[in-house]
């Protein structure tokens, strides 16, 4: 009967496993930057090592060891990564063409009694998971590639029993010893080049998919007025498949360039910290510029145990000034229209004349320190909330924001208007013979149904060319950009205010 000892290769490789603090950097794409302190005790020359402690998704080719003090050279001859963690599909894989025992359960004197039974191992049925496929790849593109590479049936066992063949196990499989071949835990084997012998920690570290985490913040606006308190969350998920316990955790925060398969790339997202805001206290998150990203390290350690989301308060502030934002776009461009040129658009004569009802609610803030903010903003989703007069709070709506430097606006949009309408038609084309110009003219209707005052930004798009005129308006507006321009109504409460404009396209 082999050992436990000669299962796990104690012995001819020394077996290793983290020790001290473990150190994280979290991105938000699926992957992290592991560190984690190991003990050697070397020979001068090459020395064989099994380290146990990895991730069931770490990058192999990402590994760096090294001597964190500078004493001992250290280098890598040869490294072999395995990550076939015993399991019963695994051993019936190792006992293919051979003959075990089961285990069944008969009936006997009015009872369930087991009974042992052989039986042959046809084919197992064992797929390998592929964990590094998952790590280097994702999960989306391994389970794709499985899908057509893997035979139908292939994972269900055929087992020979008294001169028969049967699909699926007879019974719990009783396996003789445990097989040299295997591991309990995703390893990495190594041939290591020490030039002097002696006891040191090294670091080690690699990068690992299954990590990932989020901003979320939390908005909550009085009964009346447009001040809000802010109130920022770090969501971190472990899907990786290993706890790290008592860890030194760090969010990165920013566009970072991570090379997949398929010729594409995504970008990975950093995070920053606040220390401020109401409340008091000393700064659970703490923020700093780092290349051309944010850094964010969590004053505390924590444990991030595996298949666990945690949350940390990163940001929170108070009486922040974040005004509502009316906005009417009455041109509803449909998505038949996608993808169109200006040749398209100039001799459709019905292009944008579709009307959109609906008046948008924004909510805009200046992410500045005279804003009781001027902080980086890592992206995320942000949730609005607003006490009613019973003390309650109730949400408002929602929206997203990408990384947002400080001294930056954030404009979000909430939903849509329920006492505000916007009603949009085209009043006058005329197309010169020639095909040279375009006269088009507008008449946009709003209506305030509201008990207040309000101001409506209508935004027209004057998509037909580039070269244009306003040559006849209603109200003053302002050119927002080259093809967009912009008019501020007030409307008293049961108003009804028009505007019109004709536009003089030529080329």
């Known amino acids: 009967m082999k050992t436990l000892a000669t299962f796990l290769g104690l012995g001819a490789a020394a077996t ?12 938000n794409q699926n992957f992290a930057v592991v560190r984690e302190i190991v003990p050697l005790d070397l020979k001068a020359g090459v020395n064989d090592v099994r380290y146990s402690g990895a991730t ?33 599909e695994l051993l019936l894989s190792l006992f293919e063409g051979q003959t075990i025992d089961f285990e069944i359960m008969r009936a006997k004197d009015g009872q369930q009694v087991p009974e042992m039974v052989p039986g042959k191992i046809i084919r197992s049925g064992y797929v390998p998971h592929g964990a590094a496929a998952y790590s280097r790849y994702g999960q989306q593109y391994y389970q794709s590639q499985m899908l057509f590479a893997s035979p139908q049936g292939a994972g269900t066992p055929i087992i020979e029993m ?19 071949d295997t591991v309990l835990k995703p390893t990495l084997n190594w041939q290591l080049n020490a030039d002097q012998a002696g006891k040191l920690d090294a670091e080690v570290g690699y990068v690992s998919g299954g990590f990932t985490w989020q901003a979320d913040y939390n908005l909550v606006a009085p009964e009346k007025g447009d001040t809000v308190d802010l109130i920022g969350w770090v969501t971190m998920d472990n899907q ?27 970008s990975m997202d950093s995070m920053n910290s606040f220390g401020g805001g109401f409340g008091g206290g000393a700064p659970v998150v703490t923020e700093k510029s780092f290349d051309e ?25 108070a009486n922040i000034l974040a005004p509502t934002v009316y906005i009417y776009d009455g041109a509803k461009i449909g998505q038949q229209y996608r993808g169109w040129n200006y040749d398209n658009i100039r001799n459709n ?31 995320g989703k942000l949730r609005f909330y607003r006490r009613n007069d019973d003390g309650q709070l109730e949400f408002t709506g929602e929206d997203t924001i990408d990384h947002t430097p400080r001294d930056e606006r954030v404009r979000v949009m909430t939903g849509n208007a329920f ?41 027209e798009h004057l998509y037909r060319w580039t ?27 049961d108003e009804e205010k028009t505007i019109t404009y004709t536009v003089h396209y030529s080329w």
């Not at 001169?163 to 009783?174: E, N, S, T």
């Not at 860890?247 to 360039?257: C, E, Q, T």
């Not at 003053?476 to 109504?489: C, G, H, M, N, P």
Request: charged share 25%; hydrophobic share 30%; with cysteine.
């Open 240 to 266: 990786s498949g290993k706890t790290f316990e008592n860890a030194k955790i760090k969010l990165m925060a920013g566009d970072v360039n991570k090379i997949q398969p398929q010729g594409y790339s995504v």
């Open 162 to 180: 008294g001169g028969k063949i049967r699909f699926g196990l007879p019974g719990q499989p009783i396996f003789p010893s445990l097989g040299d």
């Open 349 to 379: 004569r019905e292009y944008g004349t579709q009307s959109n009802p609906k008046v948008w609610v924004m909510r805009e803030f200046v992410n500045s320190e005279s804003n009781h903010l001027g902080m980086p903003l890592p992206k």
């Open 16 to 27: 290793l496993t983290a020790l001290a603090q473990p150190s994280l950097t979290i991105y």
């Open 419 to 459: 006492d505000l309408t916007g009603e949009r038609k085209r009043t006058n084309y005329k197309q010169d013979s020639g095909d040279k110009w375009v006269d088009e003219s507008f008449e946009i209707k709003l209506r305030n149904h509201k008990k207040e005052p309000v101001e409506i930004r209508v935004v």
């Open 467 to 493: 070269n244009w005129d306003i040559t006849e308006k209603s109200n003053a507006f302002l050119k927002t950009d080259s093809q967009t321009i912009e008019f501020r109504v007030q409307a008293q409460p």
């Open 56 to 88: 069931a998704h770490v990058e192999p080719d990402s590994v760096i060891l090294r001597d964190p003090a500078g004493k001992c050279a250290l280098q890598i001859l040869e490294q072999n990564y395995r990550n076939d963690p015993v399991s019963q």
């Open 293 to 317: 990203f944010h850094l964010y390290t969590l004053a505390r350690s924590t444990t991030l145990r595996d298949r666990e989301t945690k949350q940390v308060e990163f940001v929170r502030a």
